[in-house]
Structure formats: C-alpha cells, structure tokens
C-alpha cells in the first residue's frame, strides 16, 4: 500500500536552515507529482508546493516562494523541501502528499513538525 | 491571494444531514476551481474525500457527496455517524496555485 514518511523536522533558529525528506514506497513514485501542505499547531491548512513527476514544473505559495525549494530524487522514491531562511510563521506540521495518475490528490503522509524559535 | 472561506462550526444530529460550503473572495467557485474536500481527525493527517468537485475516491463512504451550490463548493453529509465528527477542509486550484479553505468543525451531536 502507499507510504509517505516525512522526516528531517526538528528545532531551528530563525534565518536558519532545514530540509525535510519524505520516503515514498508501495507505488511508482517516479510517475506522479507530489504537493507538500503545512499545518501551524492549532490552525489550518496551508498549501505550500507542487512538484511535478520529473521535477521540472514547481509551484509555491506567495509566504515561501525564494525560500522554500521542493525537488525529488527518483531513484530513491524521495520527496525533498528545503527551507531557507526560516521564519518562526513557519513553524508547523509539513505533510507530503502524493497525486494520482490524472493528477488528482490522494494519499498523505503524516507529517514532520518544524519549530522555527531562538 | 484569494481567501477561501468555510463556516467556521457546523452541528449535526447523528443520522442527520448538513452540508459545508466553501466560498472563494475572487467570485464565483466553478469546477475550473478543481474543489477537493479533506477530513481530519485529532491527531491525524487529512484524507481526501472529494476532488474535482464531485469525485470520491475508493475509501470515500457514499454518504459523502459534493456539488456547487449558489457559487460555492459544498459538501454534503447525509447519515451522519459519530465518526464523521471531525475538521474539513476544502481546497481551491487557482491557475499555479492551491488556497486551502479556513476549515469547518463538524460536530455530531
């Protein structure tokens, strides 16, 4: 069955760096886009980035865009977000979260918290 | 950005019907909007209940539905089971990019 498992989460001090990684098993990872949603504690939703199967089509939200970078490595079924420049509005819960064949979201993993404070 | 909005808190009696709505600040949702309905429970990751308006995947139970109704998206649950109480979101595609909805709390009582 489909697995996403986040990870790379942690503690960080604003201005500073992380990246998160989400190890994906039980389809063909190479063959479908993935989004990455975030979720500040206590609030809602936030979409974040898509990236395309091949990688060459990325989109991001207005809060991360010039900061955040999603890319993939497909011979390793691996999502990748990189975070730059980290702000503490970024402190939150990032979930992968995989598209199907018709491009259409389905499964999600369960998230890796990101806590951005000095 | 376009700001999408829900009720913030809905009620429903158990076997009973609600239905969510979710508005977009720019007009008129329209299936080229693409809507997608999510459910969360405490604790958990979302679950994608409904895309592209209408559309439910294979582990979406039938007494979820979705539709447009007055300009806006809208989720309708019929039956309504005490596992159904949980936070739903939907979430809105504008050309290169995606506004998630403010949530509605659905309580089953």
């Known amino acids: 069955q489909v697995q996403l498992v986040e990870s790379g989460g942690g503690v960080v001090q604003p201005g500073r760096s992380l990246r998160l990684s989400c190890a994906a098993s039980g389809f063909s990872f190479r063959t479908f886009g993935m989004h990455w949603v975030r979720q500040a504690p206590g609030k809602g939703l936030e979409w974040v980035a898509y990236i395309s199967y091949h990688g060459g089509s990325r989109f991001y939200a207005d809060s991360v865009k010039g900061r955040f970078t999603s890319s993939r490595d497909n011979s390793k079924k691996t999502l990748f977000l990189q975070l730059n420049s980290l702000e503490t509005d970024d402190t939150a819960v990032y979930f992968c979260?995989?598209?199907?064949?018709?491009?259409?979201?389905?499964?999600w993993g369960q998230g890796t918290l990101v806590t951005v404070s000095s | 950005q376009a700001v999408v909005t829900q009720e913030p808190s809905l009620t429903v009696s158990p076997g009973g019907t609600v239905t969510l709505t979710c508005g977009s600040s720019t007009g008129a949702v329209t299936s080229s909007h693409y809507p997608y309905w999510f459910q969360q429970k405490p604790g958990q990751a979302p679950r994608t209940l409904i895309f592209d308006t209408t559309h439910k995947h294979s582990w979406t139970p039938a007494r979820f539905s979705g539709s447009l109704i007055g300009g806006k998206a809208a989720l309708t649950l019929s039956g309504a089971q005490p596992e159904d109480e949980a936070d739903y979101y939907c979430l809105l595609s504008y050309r290169a990019s995606f506004v998630f909805g403010t949530g509605t709390k659905v309580t089953v009582l």
């Open positions: 979260v995989k598209v199907d064949s018709d491009g259409w979201i389905d499964h």
